[in-house]
């Protein structure tokens, strides 16, 4: 069982930072993509960032300046670092991984949110 879980959501003036973090555990081979996605209140869930076992990394356009992600491959954990919060931040933020399994096979897991608030 591959388990995900987040932490570091807060409530935040705009202009304020804050910095996610999601460890992965459980049995598995690696971990392909990391990534954040974000729900805000009557939108969509979409994606912030991700970042590739390689490192390689891609934003959505809102958060390009303001956020960086990163990731610790020894830990199986990523971050996600938060500068210049805005009130249009505000959401339930998501941690999201592909897993490759024991026997090979690619797995997508969700983390159980975190609710980051940003107020005016």
């Known amino acids: 069982q591959v388990q995900l879980v987040e932490s570091g959501g807060g409530l935040v003036q705009a202009g304020g930072s804050l910095r996610l973090s999601c460890a992965a555990s459980g049995s598995f081979r690696s971990i392909d993509v990391m990534g954040w996605h974000r729900q805000g209140p009557g939108k969509q869930r979409e994606l912030v960032a991700d970042?590739?076992?390689?490192?390689?990394?891609n934003y959505a356009d809102s958060v390009k300046g303001r956020f960086t992600i990163s990731r610790d491959n020894a830990k199986n954990t990523v971050y996600l670092q938060m500068i210049d919060l805005k009130p249009e931040d505000t959401a339930v933020y998501y941690c999201?991984?592909?897993?490759?399994?024991?026997?090979?096979?690619?797995?997508?897991?969700w983390g159980q949110g975190t609710q980051v608030t940003v107020s005016s």
């Open positions: 970042i590739t076992s390689g490192e390689r990394t």
């Open positions: 999201k991984a592909d897993f490759r399994t024991d026997y090979g096979f690619l797995r997508n897991y």
